[in-house]
């Protein structure tokens, strides 16, 4: 799956939540995208990494105490 097919993906389900909210303003859209993503893109990871935090923060490209906090927040630990 190539980087534009999730574009796609993440592009249509914003459309259609924002399609959904008919009337009401939407606010604060951007941390709700970020926290709606975040979570299973932690979840896929540290799946993959085999629940190596230190393998799993190296493929996201952060650091391994940040993703041990971003696990807490997310209730993955």
Not at 20 to 28: V, Y
Not at 46 to 73: C, D, F, P, V, W
């Amino acid at each position: 799956m190539s980087r534009e097919i999730i574009q796609e993906v993440v592009q249509r389900s914003l459309e259609d939540y924002l399609n959904d909210l008919g009337e009401q303003r939407p606010s604060n859209i951007y941390d709700m995208m970020l926290a709606t993503m975040e979570k299973p893109v932690l979840s896929v990871v540290m799946e993959r990494a085999g629940h190596n935090q230190s393998h799993a923060a190296e493929m996201l490209g952060i650091n391994r105490n940040t993703l041990r906090k971003k696990l807490q927040q997310h209730g993955l630990l």
